[in-house]
């Protein structure tokens, strides 16, 4: 079992609509999370952290966490063309507090 | 402020060669990261720097590798001598302090190596 899990996609939004990206993790204990945006052949750039369960909004930007349930999800209100891109969920372990595992992203495309 | 810088953006070498990356952190980041994602992979972590020290290397895959970062300032990260599998893009990144959701990661464009 992989220690992030993300849907590939791609996922395809109406501009406009509501883009949901999903993410699971396997270690219990890990303390924080954070969703990363990478446009293809840039950096990962980072737009969300959470540690609590429950919403954090940032803008159109709102991240979820479901420790129980093991789940942090991003939801992209308003969806515009410039969001196409990636989105990498990633997991600060407990067990080394200074190292971030990635999931595979998941690829979004926004369509006009 | 400059941001996390890498160089080359890109090489290509053979089978066999040696070859050298390297990243320039933002100033005053004394923690440095290296990362590789590998075709249809995920981004994986290599190591991590806390100045000059390796702090957790436990992401490197084999002595083929080899990470330096003397001064405590810019790091290079060393293939030698480099295998097909080693192809991939190595991304940098640098963080103030190590509590990553306080001090986040920057990271670096990435080197993107092929090996032929």
């Known amino acids: 079992q992989k220690e992030v899990e993300q849907n590939s996609g791609p996922l395809s939004v109406p501009e406009g609509a509501i883009a949901s990206l999903n993410c699971t993790y396997s270690?219990?204990?890990?303390?924080?999370f954070f969703w990363y945006r990478q446009y293809s052949g840039k950096s990962p750039e980072l737009i969300m952290s959470?540690?609590?369960?429950g919403d954090k909004e940032d803008g159109r930007f709102t991240a979820q966490l479901n420790k129980a349930s093991q789940y942090v999800s991003l939801l992209i209100r308003d969806s515009q063309p410039s969001d196409s891109a990636t989105y990498l969920c990633?997991?600060?372990?407990?067990?080394?507090?200074?190292?971030?595992?990635f999931g595979s992203g998941t690829r979004l495309s926004i369509r006009p | 402020e400059a941001g996390v810088t890498q160089f080359p953006s890109h090489s290509v070498i053979e089978k066999g060669q040696t070859v050298t990356l390297r990243c320039d952190p933002i100033?005053?980041?004394?923690?440095l990261y290296w990362y590789r994602r590998v075709m249809g992979k995920e981004i994986k972590f290599l190591l991590h720097?806390?100045?000059?020290?390796?702090?957790?290397e436990s992401g490197m895959p084999n002595n083929r590798f080899l990470a330096e970062r003397t001064g405590g300032t810019y790091s290079t990260l060393k293939v030698q001598p480099a295998e097909l599998e080693d192809s991939g893009v190595y991304f940098c990144?640098?963080?103030?302090?190590?509590?990553?959701?306080?001090?986040?990661?920057?990271f670096g464009n990435g080197t993107r190596l092929t090996v032929t």
């Open positions: 990144a640098s963080s103030q302090g190590r509590d990553l959701y306080n001090s986040p990661l920057h």
């Open positions: 270690d219990r204990g890990s303390q924080s």
């Open positions: 959470i540690y609590s369960n």
């Open positions: 990633a997991v600060n372990l407990y067990s080394s507090a200074s190292k971030i595992i």
């Open positions: 100033s005053g980041h004394d923690n």
């Open positions: 720097f806390v100045k000059e020290s390796k702090q957790d």
